[in-house]
């Protein structure tokens, strides 16, 4: 139903039907709170549209333009951005697809690519097998830009910045005073900046997100958005390469065959989520505060040596357990795997500063997220 909690419709024995990754990598005595997948059902627009493909037996080739039509008016209606040309996209499999297409046509192999750390895991991945080398500018202790960190790292001559906005794991929203500044520091040293936008629907009460195409001197950039975290439709490939105006031609270098990695299913449910799907993904940023609230309340009661800051965006906490003890050099995650049957993410897989540090996906019901720390605090009064 419309409004209805989207977490709190599916029970864990549904869930554990889903042959998802998230449901499929471990066994079911283990509660998978890892991989950025939503407990959710699907969108109703959503589902309706996959549906009406499948009875017209609609499974053909995939068309761009309907789903960069949609983003522009979700920008528009959402951020307040009209900026977003459509002219000026090129759709493309994923967002890590698009950023490594957009990548290739900017910087040379073995060049190099800056990252703020902890980031996203793929991030190293795509970038080292693309060929280049990723050089590290580590965040603040509270999860924002470091700007004499990120200007040092733009003193060794890179060539581009891999930005993650709203930024994974730690949840940052970044401002727009923050971004402009990003801008004029990228500009006065020649780097090309590349953001991975794909959280930018999960922005959650009390932020506001900002593309980073709409601030000043941001024409040479780029941004890599996509429905599929808003909605759930990782499944579903399907996403968009923005150009700023000044990146346009470098956009158009990109091989017309890269789309062809996108499902036409994949574009037409993205389409139907962003044109939509506005009141569902309201409910589930409701839901998602929701959940923000109670993991706050479960770990002061539970856990109050866990360190975190409460994420402005996302599904995911970036919990600190080095206080807890768990055993010298130990990683968290495993412990929690190995004695209380919980996975979470790693927090070494997001690099340096990741030690000690898991992620925890709460985009899930209230039952399984109280469970998820309950399992956690009983490991850590073994360890």
């Known amino acids: 139903m419309p409004g209805e909690n989207p977490f709190e419709q599916l029970s864990l024995a549904e869930l554990r039907d889903r042959q998802s990754a998230k449901w499929r990598s471990y066994d079911d005595t283990v509660l998978p709170l890892w991989i950025a997948e939503m407990d959710v059902p699907l969108a109703e627009p959503v589902r309706d549209t996959i549906v009406d493909a499948a009875e017209r037996g609609d499974t053909g080739y995939a068309m761009a333009e309907p789903y960069a039509a949609a983003l522009h008016e979700f920008a528009a209606t959402r951020w307040m951005w009209s900026g977003l040309e459509v002219s000026r996209t090129r759709l493309v499999p994923d967002v890590m697809i698009g950023v490594t297409e957009v990548l290739r046509q900017i910087t040379a192999p073995g060049s190099t690519v800056v990252v703020n750390n902890p980031v996203y895991p793929p991030f190293y991945a795509f970038l080292r097998n693309l060929g280049r080398e990723v050089r590290e500018a580590p965040l603040t202790d509270n999860g924002r830009i470091d700007f004499d960190a990120l200007a040092a790292a733009f003193d060794a001559g890179p060539a581009a910045y891999l930005l993650c906005n709203p930024h994974n794991p730690t949840g940052t929203v970044h401002t727009r005073t923050e971004l402009e500044r990003v801008a004029g520091l990228a500009e006065q040293h020649n780097v090309r900046v590349v953001a991975d936008e794909i959280h930018a629907p999960l922005v959650l009460p009390g932020a506001e997100f900002t593309p980073y195409l709409s601030v000043a001197d941001a024409d040479r950039g780029f941004s890599l958005m996509s429905a599929s ?155």
């Open 229 to 383: 975290k808003g909605w759930n439709l990782a499944g579903l490939k399907a996403a968009m390469a923005v150009a700023g105006p000044a990146a346009a031609a470098d956009l158009a270098r990109i091989p017309e065959v890269v789309s062809h990695g996108a499902s036409h299913l994949g574009v037409l449910a993205h389409t139907a989520a962003l044109r939509d799907g506005g009141e569902w993904l309201d409910a589930v940023l409701e839901g998602l505060a929701n959940n923000r609230r109670l993991l706050t309340r479960l770990l002061a009661e539970y856990l109050p040596r866990v360190g975190w800051t409460p994420p402005e965006a996302t599904c995911l906490a970036w919990l600190d357990c080095t206080a807890l003890n768990l055993g010298h050099g130990a990683d968290p995650a495993t412990r929690f795997l190995e004695q209380g049957d919980l996975a979470l993410s790693p927090g070494p897989d997001f690099g340096t500063g990741g030690a000690g540090r898991v992620r925890l996906n709460f985009a899930t019901s209230e039952a399984i997220l109280t469970d998820a720390v309950q399992r956690m605090a009983s490991v850590s009064q073994t360890g």
